[in-house]
């Protein structure tokens, strides 16, 4: 199969333990943000999002945490398993209506380690 | 539940030649995003329509056109193919009559030019 993000920061985890994974985002106008999942070939999944009125969300097993001062988003994974080997995505958009085009941070390779 | 179709899944084509990729939101969804991601690249926004009309647009080059049809499908047609247009292309899908919500991505079309 074709690899994603070749030349991507990279992340190696225990299985079992939390990973976090860091992101800055560019635009302070930006106010709903998402975290998406990409495995090798395939489409990016939406994790878990969360609007610029909040600094922190909480899903099952990830959690996003904003921080606006400093224009920083980050996830962190619980108790990661072998199938959270990815690459993760931030992405920022501003609220628009019919127009909510996606800008996608640089990607983290994240890898658990059996 | 349905999701985001891409046709087709691969594509091999020569420089100079012609592209249509098409891409089939989800029911009821009528806003439609084209994403272009190069190898070991973030998703650049290209394109997108809301109701059929063309709502934004990004890093397009002129040799692209796209469009949204009555069923809410869309197709992005690539001319005067390049070398570096060889990517995975992206088609998301999203209600627009919401405040900001989730963009479902499809599995992409693979295209390589020679």
């Known amino acids: 199969g074709e690899s994603v993000g070749l030349h991507l920061p990279t992340l190696s985890v225990q299985e079992g333990d939390n990973s976090i994974i860091n992101c800055a985002y560019s635009?302070?106008?930006?106010?709903?943000f998402i975290w998406y999942k990409q495995e090798s070939g395939k489409g990016p999944q939406f994790i878990i999002d969360?609007?610029?009125?909040?600094d922190k969300r909480q899903g099952q097993r990830v959690t996003v945490l904003l921080n606006k001062t400093v224009k920083h988003l980050s996830l962190q994974i619980a108790a990661t398993q072998p199938g959270d080997s990815a690459v993760y995505f931030c992405a920022e958009t501003q609220s628009n209506f019919g127009n909510e085009k996606l800008t996608f941070g640089t990607g983290t390779r994240l890898t658990i380690i059996p | 539940a349905a999701g985001v179709i891409q046709s087709p899944r691969h594509l091999i084509k020569e420089k100079r030649e012609t592209a249509t990729l098409k891409c089939y939101p989800i029911?009821?969804?009528?806003?439609v995003y084209w994403y272009q991601q190069g190898p070991g690249q973030d998703p650049q926004f290209l394109i997108s329509f809301y109701e059929k009309m063309q709502s934004d647009k990004g890093s397009i080059p002129d040799r692209f056109s796209a469009q949204q049809f009555s069923d809410y499908h869309s197709e992005l047609n690539m001319s005067s193919l390049e070398l570096g247009d060889s990517a995975l292309y992206f088609c998301?899908?999203?209600?627009?009559?919401?405040?900001?919500?989730?963009?479902?991505f499809g599995p992409g079309t693979r295209l390589t030019v020679t």
């Open positions: 998301a899908s999203s209600l627009g009559d919401r405040t900001v919500g989730e963009q479902y």
């Open positions: 029911p009821r969804h009528d806003t």
């Open positions: 969360i609007r610029s009125n909040m």
């Open positions: 635009n302070s106008a930006s106010d709903y």
